[in-house]
């Protein structure tokens, strides 16, 4: 188990993010208000996230973070939706669609995971600390304005992503920070090994 930061908070702060998932929360959210609703949201978000909901990102476009916090704080104060993991989830399913070699087993989808996030969030750090049959723990030093990503949308991902390789049984515990101080998320993912394909 490592404790130490790798990265000072600095480093883990996350100021943009862009590829699959950020094409995906656009169209979940748009799909998911009334056109009443929707109007709202453009009006009262801001011009950059309106820019960014009326012509969405593009898969290789980053995203900044003060966009989607405004649009999920628009979303929570008007009760409109609730996101939950689909975001995540459609992320990864997109991403397995796309053809990337880690979706082969569960230990080499962990094994790309620092890549993946390295391409795909603009600060911030993922360590895989351990893989054994049928679990594994994952380190993410990071900090963001909205806890959603880390409590809802990562599971998600990592549920959806190791069911994607042949994992049955998929669970995954979010551990937070444990004080203000600490800028350190962990997730315990167990699976059922027997049923993963080799």
């Known amino acids: 188990m490592i ?8 480093q883990a702060w996350i100021r943009r993010y862009r590829g699959e998932g950020m094409v995906l929360f656009r169209a979940v959210v748009r799909a998911s208000l009334r056109n009443d609703q929707w109007e709202v949201l453009l009006a009262e978000v801001g011009d950059e996230a309106r820019a960014y909901l009326e012509k969405p990102a593009g898969l290789h476009e980053w995203v900044d973070a003060t966009v ?64 054994g049959e049928g679990s594994a723990r994952i380190a993410l030093w990071a900090d963001t304005l909205f806890h959603y990503y880390f409590r809802t949308w990562i599971p998600a991902w990592l549920r959806k992503a190791l069911e994607r390789t042949g994992a049955r049984g998929v669970r995954v515990v979010y551990e937070p920070p444990a004080s203000p101080a600490s800028y350190l998320h962990r997730y315990e993912v167990t699976w059922d090994s027997a049923t993963a394909e080799p």
């Open 3 to 10: 404790d130490a930061p790798p990265i000072s908070r600095e």
């Open 68 to 131: 989607i916090q405004a649009i999920l704080k628009h979303l929570e104060w008007t009760d409109a939706m609730r996101l939950g993991g689909v975001p995540g989830t459609l992320s990864a399913e997109h991403q397995m669609i796309a053809g990337h070699e880690a979706w082969s087993s569960p230990a080499a989808l962990l094994a790309h995971m620092a890549d993946q996030w390295a391409e795909r969030v603009d600060g911030g750090r993922v360590v895989v600390e351990s893989v």
